[in-house]
């Protein structure tokens, strides 16, 4: 698994699809990214299959799993276990922990536990990468 994180607009997607293209030059792989700012992506997880699987906006879908009232610790445990079962996943995340705390209690839960399921990711993860303006830096 390999995280890339970073700000909103900072062009994460096209780093990593760029990224993996100049690194297969001699063949064509067949790139699947499951957006979780789309309506459809929980059908689209079960249809993991493909060369390299990029799982982006993951924390649309810890919003999505707090808004359908799912405890917070559940959350930790289903995604995980997701990507648990899609080893070689890309996860790519928004960075949320910056700026102004917001005033909504959902928000700040939603925030928090955005924040504490990266933790977790960048522990487990083989690659972590921070993208700001649409360049990558290496965190491990």
Known sequence: MELYIGGFAQGKLEYVKRRYNENQKTEKLFVKVIDCADSHYKKMLLETECDVLILNHLHLWVRDLLDEGMEEEKIQTTILSWIKSNPDVIVICDELGNGIVPIKKQE?????????????????????????????????
């Open 108 to 140: 700040r839960i939603w925030r928090e536990q955005t924040g504490r399921l990266m933790i977790e990711l960048a522990k487990q993860a083989e690659r972590v990468e921070r993208i700001l303006c649409g360049l990558g830096q290496r965190l491990k």
